[in-house]
């Protein structure tokens, strides 16, 4: 069985029946807003235990029946070993998250304190201590989950996503050709825009600064490498390649005189490899978009670098 730490959420499953087919990845965290609320969508889906609807969490809010002290609870109703119901195509390999909210529309933003623990249960889910009894051939088992926002549902991409991103619609971020249909429903704009924002702004700045080294703590940067694969950097944020070995070692002779410690990951297989890869950058452009991002970080470590050592202040900006 694999549940969250009672420290995160209570473990109140539907029924003793599993009638669900088993989880085949755990790739991608989806966020949706129940348009209701924690209790009331706990007693309406408990009589049809796991032949009816579920998600896998819920987190309660202030409203309806969860005002008294639900705000921010948060129920895990599936074991991550099974898929749940919440996302359809992409049920194999999501897991999800149902949130309370006002009931109607305009849905409200999320509470300081549904927000809270939506970070706490990510951070967890995202670790790759949730998921040390998911198969070693997972990429979860391997690297956790990505804490970064999926651009869409095509099927290479690992992060955090929202559902309307699975959705046939006329918005923006609606589902993209190639992706994966997350809803037989149209035009649904789960978890609607307040929320949404709410995602890009705050929750995933909060999720990454968490992975970020504390004060304590020495920095590091992550090589990742794999038979037959040119190996790739992880720092910053950013995962980029190099045209070859030399440029690869200098910037990485940057970031050891900045003080970074090296970490390294060897995928066994070049198509796990391929896969995490593809899930952090699909385009040509983007990763060198990242690579000039990169090299700017490394000039200005370098920078402070050289005024640590001549303990001089820089020029203001």
Known sequence: MQVAPPSISRWVPLSTNQTE????????????????????????????????????????????????????????WQDLHFQADANLD???????????????????????????????LLDWLCSK??????????????VGIPRRLIPNTIRSNRGI????????????????????????????????????????????????????????????YTVYSAPGKPPRVFVDGAVVGF???????????AYDRAGYQKRSVAFAEADDWQRFMDGHFAREDQANLRLIDLQNRVM??????????????PPPA
Not at 65 to 75: E, I
Not at 95 to 116: M, R
Not at 129 to 141: I, K, R, S
Not at 302 to 309: F, K, T
Request: glycine content about 10%; proline content about 8%.
């Open 21 to 76: 087919s088993a989880m085949v990845g755990h790739d991608v965290v989806c966020l949706h807003t129940m348009v209701g609320y924690l209790l009331s969508v706990d007693r309406a889906w408990r009589p049809d235990g796991y032949a009816g609807l579920e998600s896998h969490f819920g987190v309660g809010g202030k409203w309806g029946p969860d005002v008294g002290g639900f705000d921010g609870v948060v129920f895990q």
């Open 129 to 142: 201590e949730a998921h040390a009894t998911c198969p070693a051939g997972w990429l979860c088992h391997q």
């Open 300 to 313: 200005q470590l370098e920078a402070d670098h050289r005024v640590i050592l001549t303990n001089t202040t």
């Open 90 to 120: 992409g049920n194999p390999y999501v897991i999800s998250i149902e949130t309370a909210d006002n009931g109607f529309e305009p849905i409200q933003p999320w509470t300081p304190k549904q927000l809270d623990k939506i970070v706490q």
């Open 243 to 253: 045209p070859n070995p030399t440029e690869l070692a200098e910037y990485v002779a």
């Open 161 to 220: 996503g929202y559902h309307r991103q699975g959705i046939v619609g006329n918005y923006p971020d609606h589902l993209v050709v190639g992706g994966v249909q997350w809803s037989k429903a149209t035009g649904k704009t789960c978890p609607t825009d307040a929320r949404i924002a709410q995602i890009k702004d705050v929750i995933i700045p909060r999720l990454q600064r968490l992975a970020q080294p504390q004060e304590d703590d020495v920095p590091y």
